[in-house]
């Protein structure tokens, strides 16, 4: 199954990649506008991995976030959203 996540270069994002790459055989398509709270570092184990893809994109990108729908056709939609406040 594939399964589309925003937001996975964060904290919370980060770990459910982490989770979800070692206790699953799912492909992770980690879509991340890479800002202030992303880290490349926090994903430990995913980063690399086979079953990973990271996209930079902004999900307010609408052609871009179209593109990886049709490219990744995901079964799931998780969507994490940080704010700065």
Known sequence: MNILLTGGLGFIGSAVVRRLIANTDHVV???DKETY???HEALDGARGH???VHV???ICDAEAISAVLAQWQ???V???ICTKR
Do not use: G, T
């Open 78 to 80: 998780m969507l994490l």
């Open 56 to 58: 930079k994109a902004d």
């Open 29 to 31: 398509v980690n879509v």
């Open 50 to 52: 086979s079953r990973h």
């Open 74 to 76: 995901p079964e799931v």
């Open 37 to 39: 709270a992303a880290s």
